[in-house]
Each structure stands twice: as structure tokens, then as C-alpha cells.
């Protein structure tokens, strides 16, 4: 089957509660205790479930329509498949992102003292803006958004930070789903950290022979969106002035990207981070910067590595902790409470945006 995906997706601003007499009472309610109440309607179900990646919460028929249970998903971003009689459903009445390759239900359960991170109220606001580029190395339109800070002023030069998703996921993640816009604008108003451009690429990006995969961001990076973004922006065209950092997949394409250009970065950030591919079987030829840490230290300001404490692939950022050490080069690094998920990406951000273009 050929399949036409739209290029462009959306979803509101403001949540859909539906029309009373029509939809009925369903949604979602958050409890303090960091529980979740839905309610949904599956009339004629056996079974409703929120399958949290195998972590099954099942709801309880409340009426001959009406589904609804209370489940601790966790705090944070959570994402799960509704599953009614078996089928992956997309409710209207449950926030909607995109992950796994597809549009997705999630729920995002407040996390005491940092809700105030992402609060809109009191903080003056940047703007995020879509562009479209043609890529040389994919041979089509690719996307990317900016974040400019409120502040903006295209007179002035400022430093950019490109940030990269992870896998199934597309430019749009970091500002809906990590909130980085709101973070910045908040660490700005309190002044917690510089000025910069943030520039959000599809990572996902191929071209159209099946030989190129999605491994091609780094070419379209330094090919196509450097290029491109420089063109278009008042910016920095110097390595003290170019950060890269991603979350996951994203964080070994700024691996490869960075450790085989240091002349062009002195920022990178991996964000349950992989200096190697997870799951072997890559050449890993960006590695050979490691064997010289008086270049390594030379190249980098900041090298930023950070992971959730129940992060699936911990085995992974254990072995590449003992080959940083072999090497004998100095990295920050950094836990958080979480997994592999939104809410220790998020955490990461805001640690690392302070960190950067604090030298002149």
C-alpha cells in the first residue's frame, strides 16, 4: 500500500472537552497525589486499557457506555496506547503529541517544583517559527523551527543551539512535548542564561533512494540547516557560538556531529545519551577525538551528558561511562529521576541552557 503522509500535523492550544449532550463527561483529571482519573466511552467494549509499554492500566465499566478508572502512570510526560478490545484507539477527549511514529495520547501529571519552569503567566515570550529549506543531501523540502527570545532584536548577533528529538519523533517535540520555549523564556526572565537562537531539525529526515536512512540528519545539518540558518538570521558563524545537543537518537547524531567537527562546536549535550550506538554494529569512526584528551578538552567548553536513573538503556550509558574513562577525558555528567521519557529530557534542558555561551 503507497502511503501519503500530510506534511504538516497540529493540535490545540486548548483542550477539546467535547459538546455535553453529544460527547458525555469524558477526560481526564489530575489528583495530587500524582493519580489520574479518566473517563472514556466505548460503548459495546469488553475492555479499555492504557498500555504504558506493556505496563497495562485497565479502566471499569461505570455505566452501559462509560469507562473509568484512576491509574498512576508516573509524573511527568507520559505517553500510552489506548487499547480498546485489543485495537490502538486515538481519543479526542486525551491530550494528543506525536512519538512512536505516530499521533499519540499522553497525559502530562504535574511534577512538584517544576511546574513553574513552563509557566506562560508573568515571563515575557519568544516566538517559535516553522521554516522550510531544501536539502541538498535528501534532495526535498526539509523543516526546522527557531525559538527567538522575546527580546530579539535583528541588529544584534546571537549564538545558536541546535537541538535534535528522538526516535518517532519530529521537530515539533521539543517545543510541545519538552517545552523549551517556555523554559527558555523563564531561565531568560530570571537570567539564568544567554540569549541564543534554538533551531529544532527533523532528525527523522531520509531521502527518497531506500539506501539513505535517517542517519542523514548529520549531513543535512552541516550541509543544508547551518547554512540555511545563517543565511536567514543574524547569528554567530563561530564555533565559540554553535552548540548542538539531542535527547536519545538526537543525542548520537550531536555525537557523531560534534566529535567529528569540533572546529564547528564548542557546546554538546547528549540527553540519555549515546556516544555510541545502543545496540552495536556501527563503525563509530567520531570516536577517534577520545584518544586525545588535551584535543578533546581544547575543543569543547561544554561536553553535557545526562540520563534518567531508571532509564532503560542504562547498561549502555554505564559502558559508555568506562570508556570516558579509558580515555581519561573529563565530561559533565549528570542523573535525574525518570526513564527514558520526557520528564528527565526536560530536566536535562534546563541544566544545560545555563551553561551555555557564558564565555565571551
Same mark, same amino acid.
Given at each position: 500500500m503507497k502511503k501519503a503522509w500530510p506534511l504538516d500535523t497540529a493540535v490545540s492550544f486548548d483542550p477539546y472537552w467535547g459538546e455535553p449532550d453529544r460527547d458525555g463527561d469524558q477526560g481526564y483529571e489530575y489528583l495530587p497525589d500524582g493519580r489520574v482519573t479518566v473517563r472514556l466511552k466505548a460503548p459495546g467494549a469488553k475492555e479499555v486499557v492504557l498500555d504504558q509499554f506493556g505496563t497495562l492500566h485497565q479502566l471499569a465499566r461505570i455505566s452501559d457506555e462509560l469507562w473509568e478508572g484512576t491509574v498512576s502512570l508516573g509524573r511527568g510526560f507520559q505517553y500510552f496506547f489506548l487499547k480498546i478490545d485489543g485495537n490502538e484507539v486515538l481519543s479526542p477527549y486525551l491530550p494528543i503529541g506525536y512519538g512512536c511514529c505516530r499521533p499519540m495520547n499522553f497525559l502530562d501529571v504535574p511534577v512538584p517544583g517544576e511546574a513553574e519552569w513552563g509557566e506562560l503567566t508573568g515571563v515575557p515570550h519568544g516566538a517559535v517559527t516553522r521554516h522550510y529549506f531544501h536539502s541538498q543531501v535528501t534532495g526535498k523540502e526539509e523543516i526546522c523551527l527557531v525559538y527567538t527570545p522575546a527580546s530579539f532584536d535583528p541588529q544584534k548577533k546571537y549564538p545558536v543551539l541546535y537541538l535534535q528529538h528522538g526516535y518517532g519523533e519530529?521537530?515539533?517535540?521539543?517545543?510541545? @512535548?519538552?517545552?523549551?520555549?517556555?523554559?527558555?523564556?523563564?531561565?531568560?526572565?530570571?537570567?539564568?542564561? @544567554?540569549?541564543?537562537?534554538?533551531?529544532?531539525g527533523n532528525g527523522m529526515t531520509s531521502g527518497d533512494a531506500p539506501h539513505m536512512a535517517r542517519m542523514l540528519f548529520p549531513e543535512v545539518l552541516l550541509r543544508d540547516l547551518i547554512p540555511f540558518i545563517e543565511a536567514r538570521y543574524p547569528v554567530y558563524t563561530d564555533k565559540a557560538h554553535r552548540a548542538m545537543a539531542g535527547l536519545s537518537m538526537g543525542s548520537y547524531q550531536t555525537s557523531i556531529t560534534t566529535l567529528t567537527h569540533p572546529e564547528l562546536f564548542a557546546y554538546a549535550g547528549l540527553f540519555s545519551g549515546f556516544l555510541r550506538f545502543p545496540r552495536g554494529g556501527e563503525a563509530e569512526k567520531h570516536l577517534a577525538l577520545l584518544d586525545d584528551p588535551a584535543a578533546f578538552k581544547a575543543a569543547f567548553r561544554v561536553f553535557y551528558r545526562a540520563m534518567g536513573t531508571e532509564d532503560n538503556f542504562f547498561e549502555a550509558f554505564r559502558s559508555d561511562d568506562e570508556l570516558i574513562a579509558q580515555k581519561g577525558v573529563a565530561m559533565i555528567r549528570r542523573t535525574f529521576p525518570g526513564g527514558h521519557d520526557w520528564g528527565v529530557w526536560r530536566r536535562c534542558i534546563h541544566d544545560f541552557l545555563p551553561m551555555l555561551f557564558t564565555q565571551d
Open positions: 519530529n521537530e515539533t517535540g521539543w517545543v510541545y @512535548q519538552g517545552h523549551v520555549g517556555r523554559i527558555a523564556d523563564r531561565l531568560l526572565a530570571e537570567g539564568k542564561m @544567554q540569549e541564543m537562537l534554538i533551531v529544532m
